[in-house]
């Protein structure tokens, strides 16, 4: 695992000195300004892509950047696979004291998931959120996205989880897809 993360850490430095050398700008996918009065009713998570936008009656509000478990092809399968989730699911709380800065729970496993791990026998695992890089990763910054490094969570940076914080209430539904 820490030569996984030893590799991990090599090809993010490589990015860095890419993007710098080349000049490449990181684009910023803000669809409509983020106003006060909006709040999220739905999320979609698209792992291919490595993007969530937040919605709001069916209008995209913002779409953010996004890095997932380190294992981030197909769904979770169990606990311990640092994969992150695939299905619908709810945000059903949230954590002011996370270690990575600002967390949201996903009510991951759903039934299905619990299905899927009962007939496998196995422990579908849980505490998957959308956070932020926290003091741990704080280095990385805007290239927080640039490789997959948490256990199955949904990461942003510092700052986009507080704008995401205020803008996603408790019981938004949320869509993983792959």
């Given at each position: 695992?820490?030569?996984?993360?030893?590799?991990?850490?090599?090809?993010?430095?490589?990015?860095?000195?890419?993007?710098?050398?080349?000049?490449?700008?990181?684009?910023?996918?803000?669809?409509?300004?983020?106003?006060?009065?909006?709040?999220?009713?739905?999320?979609?998570?698209?792992?291919?892509?490595?993007?969530?936008?937040?919605?709001?009656?069916?209008k995209p509000i913002k779409t953010y950047n996004v890095a997932l478990g380190r294992n981030p092809k197909g769904p979770k399968l169990m606990e311990g696979d640092l994969r992150t989730p695939e299905g619908r699911y709810v945000i059903d709380s949230r954590n002011s004291d996370s270690k990575y800065h600002l967390s949201?729970?996903?009510?991951?496993?759903?039934?299905?998931?619990?299905?899927?791990?009962?007939?496998?026998?196995?422990?579908?695992?849980?505490?998957?959120?959308?956070?932020?890089?926290?003091?741990?990763?704080?280095?990385?910054?805007?290239?927080?996205?640039?490789?997959?490094?948490?256990?199955?969570?949904?990461?942003?940076?510092?700052?986009?989880?507080?704008?995401?914080?205020?803008?996603?209430?408790?019981?938004?539904?949320?869509?993983?897809?792959?």
């Amino acid at each position: 695992m820490f030569i996984s993360l030893i590799k991990q850490i090599k090809l993010f430095l490589k990015a860095a000195i890419i993007f710098s050398v080349f000049n490449i700008s990181i684009p910023v996918y803000a669809e409509v300004p983020v106003s006060s009065g909006i709040h999220a009713d739905y999320i979609l998570v698209e792992k291919s892509l490595k993007h969530m936008t937040l919605y709001y009656d069916d209008k995209p509000i913002k779409t953010y950047n996004v890095a997932l478990g380190r294992n981030p092809k197909g769904p979770k399968l169990m606990e311990g696979d640092l994969r992150t989730p695939e299905g619908r699911y709810v945000i059903d709380s949230r954590n002011s004291d996370s270690k990575y800065h600002l967390s949201l729970h996903i009510s991951y496993p759903n039934e299905v998931d619990l299905q899927i791990t009962g007939i496998a026998g196995v422990s579908p695992g849980g505490d998957v959120m959308i956070h932020g890089t926290g003091e741990e990763y704080a280095w990385m910054g805007a290239f927080h996205d640039v490789v997959d490094w948490t256990d199955g969570c949904i990461a942003v940076t510092d700052e986009e989880i507080e704008e995401i914080w205020k803008l996603v209430p408790d019981g938004t539904r949320i869509e993983i897809l792959p």
